[in-house]
């Protein structure tokens, strides 16, 4: 299983941003799969996540109402929208897929990772 994460990039405060991330597999739309991010010096820390058909999805308290996660099987990739970024939002992010349909916020539940994308946000 591979996942490619993309879009990350250098924006400003409040401005939007959207990230990607491709799977090989198109098993995967049987899974739930999520965002981390870790900013430097910290530890990978949970950001969002949806189910296998999208109807569930849980968020961190940090991104909730700015964030927007959903996932399209038909094309085997996931999104994360981000609006009203801020500058603690720059980070490194990783998608990961677990091997399960329900969601979970726990990262050591994920098995699969993608290489992650930087965000950055400038103030």
């Known amino acids: 299983v591979q996942l490619q994460a993309s879009g990350g990039g250098l924006v400003q405060t409040g401005d939007s941003l959207r990230l990607s991330c491709a799977a090989s597999d198109t098993t995967l739309s049987n899974y739930a799969m999520a965002w981390f991010r870790q900013a430097p010096g910290r530890e990978r820390e949970f950001v969002a996540t949806?189910?296998?058909?999208?109807?569930?999805?849980r968020y961190a308290d940090s991104v909730k109402e700015r964030f927007t996660i959903s996932r399209d099987n038909a094309k085997n990739t996931m999104y994360l929208e981000m609006n009203n970024m801020r500058p603690e939002d720059t980070a490194v992010y990783y998608c990961?897929?677990?091997?399960?349909?329900?969601?979970?916020?726990?990262?050591?539940?994920?098995?699969?990772w993608g290489q992650g994308t930087l965000v950055t946000v400038s103030s």
């Open positions: 990961a897929v677990r091997m399960s349909p329900m969601v979970t916020t726990s990262e050591r539940n994920y098995a699969y």
């Open positions: 949806v189910s296998r058909n999208a109807g569930i999805t």
